[in-house]
């Protein structure tokens, strides 16, 4: 549009088409300048409404906190004045002042009363295994490996608690390990170690009397098998020996 005025300007003098282009410049720079002023009165036109709706909705905001504030306060005031487990008005016969004293209302506060706690009564094998500490050594002495088969890998935990279930006695086992694959050994006391056997035989659990573990066989790890038989059986020696102590 500018062009197309210059251009029908070419026949005036060049002092008046230098002045009437500058004029036309400005103009435009003042149109520019409106257009932005516009748009930055609606800009500020929305921004107040936005900041008068905020106003409203703190003031709203304050007043509902107002409100909850005063009914905590008030309900505290009641709890105050009337405390849980005060029955009753006050006796007006009492001394003035005892009502306000804080040392006589806790006196007057009924403590509740606790039962004597019960000693607990042990058992008839606790005792005996107290007794058997203190009790000079009878009979044959020495420890004895029971050996029995097992259907999955177990952990020591398990050994016991499912021989406790056998009615087998735990605290009669010395050493619980695992010897060979599909094998548990079981150290228990040669004087405990009929009773033991019984109990396993009552629940049908076989007992493995033929096992050896000095046997090379028993040397399942990989990294002896580059070993001969002879330094097998002296592994399966060492092994057990191990186990032992």
Known sequence: ??????????????????????????????????????????????????????????????????????????????SLSNPAGAVGAPDKNKEPGLEASTWATKASVSLPVTAPKMSTVPSARRIAASVHMFALPSGPSGYEYVYIPRSRRLKHKEVRSSLRTLGVDSSRLLDINFPARGVIGILVHVQYADTFKAKLTTASVEILDAFDPLDPDNVADPKYASLSTHELANTAAMLHHDRCL
């Open 1 to 78: 549009m500018a062009n197309l005025q210059i251009g029908n300007m070419q026949g005036l003098p060049t002092e008046l088409t230098s002045f009437l282009t500058t004029l036309q410049a400005q103009i435009m720079n003042v149109q520019n300048r409106t257009d932005q002023l516009e748009r930055l009165a609606a800009e500020n036109a929305r921004l107040t409404t936005e900041l008068d709706h905020a106003r409203t909705t703190i003031a709203n905001l304050q007043k509902q906190l107002g409100s909850q504030s005063a009914s905590e306060k008030n309900f505290s005031e009641i």
